[in-house]
């Protein structure tokens, strides 16, 4: 079955870490995202790629950076310059010329 | 002051009622979103919608480009519907979401 696998479910960062946050697709779609969750806020843009070995920026990257390497797989570092890493981290994908935005599990981060 | 606004935050109801959530957004938009997250975390997209109506099963969707507005209903509710119903704005090549209802139906 195509899908979205986000990996771990569950992850705890200790201070000053970076941790990486899987997101692998078989959708073969171009252009993946990151997002954030925070209780009682929408979700927020982290970063985007709209195609292999090319990424951009969102509305809240500072502390986070992400990598292309492959169509598949979008991974996620949270670096120890992020401050505030607990919330829920989304991964969504979509295909060329479409406008419906397919999402996996999500991973709930937490800071030990 | 978020762009995308939904009302109520959270809605009881009893199974089998008639079941509406509003989306008001302040920005010109392209495509409107209904999602559903599920209490695991995992969201589904249940429309898209850029004029007048859709239906699929017990959920119907609905636009106002006008009034910049935009509702969900389900009819004969479900515990099964019982979820969090998100909607988004997609204006100027950008996703805004709001912050979500929280739906629970008791059986």
């Known amino acids: 079955d195509g899908g979205i696998t986000q990996s771990p479910k569950y992850l705890f960062r200790k201070e000053g870490q970076n941790v990486t946050l899987s997101c692998e697709q078989n959708l073969n779609h171009d252009a993946m995202y990151w997002y954030r969750q925070d209780p009682g806020q929408g979700l927020r843009l982290i970063y985007y790629s709209q195609i292999v070995n090319d990424f951009q920026k969102g509305d809240i990257a500072e502390g986070y950076s992400v990598s292309r390497e492959k169509k598949e797989s979008f991974p996620l570092t949270v670096t120890s310059a992020q401050k505030n890493p607990t919330a829920f981290y989304l991964c969504a994908s979509r295909g060329p010329g479409v406008e419906k935005l397919f999402f996996g599990s999500g991973t709930q981060l937490s800071v030990l | 002051k978020n762009e995308v606004e939904q009302s109520p935050q959270n809605l009881t109801a009893q199974e089998g009622e008639f079941i509406t959530i509003n989306c008001s957004y302040s920005v010109g938009i392209s495509a409107l979103h209904w999602l559903q997250q599920h209490p695991g975390g995992g969201i589904v997209s249940l429309f898209m919608?850029?004029?007048g109506k859709k239906k699929h099963g017990r959920l119907i969707a609905t636009i106002n480009i006008q009034e910049k507005h935009s509702s969900l209903h389900i009819t004969a509710s479900h515990p099964r519907d019982s979820a969090v119903y998100i909607c988004?704005?997609?204006?100027?090549?950008?996703?805004?979401f709001g912050t979500g209802t929280r739906l629970t139906i008791i059986p």
């Open positions: 919608l850029s004029s």
């Open positions: 988004a704005a997609r204006g100027n090549e950008k996703l805004t």
